[in-house]
């Protein structure tokens, strides 16, 4: 497990943003394909947002799609997850995720990630 990786997270109001952040130690993220999956109260771990080792291909769950916007920043290490426009249904919590395999549907899977992060809550009120 990647230890203390994800930070941003906290509460505010629909229509709000936040910038979650993915900073793993003792692993270079520049070797894996990077995910955001989030989980609400009840309900399965889903996709958010994946990106390939390199930055040049990314996936969006269409519940976020055109609102949040996952980039890289290899030389610092980290990952993140610009998100706006939040809705109350966006309440979960975040976690990021490495894979060594990227496809582009492949990497909407949990199973596409070997290492993830312990999460950190979103929390929208209408």
């Known amino acids: 497990q990647v230890q203390r990786v994800e930070s941003g997270g906290g509460l505010v109001q629909a229509g709000g943003s936040l910038r979650l952040s993915c900073a793993p130690s003792g692993r270079a993220i520049s070797r894996y394909a990077m995910g955001w999956f989030r989980q609400g109260p009840g309900k399965e771990r889903e996709f958010v947002a994946t990106m390939s080792w390199s930055g040049g291909s990314t996936s969006y769950a269409d519940s976020v799609k055109g609102r949040f916007t996952i980039s890289r920043d290899n030389a610092k290490n980290t990952v993140y997850l610009q998100m706006n426009s939040l809705k109350p249904e966006d309440t979960a919590v975040y976690y990021c995720?490495?894979?060594?395999?990227?496809?582009?549907?492949?990497?909407?899977?949990?199973?596409?990630?070997?290492?993830w992060g312990q999460g950190t809550q979103v929390t929208v009120s209408p």
């Open positions: 995720a490495a894979g060594q395999v990227y496809g582009s549907s492949w990497s909407e899977m949990t199973q596409a990630y070997d290492y």
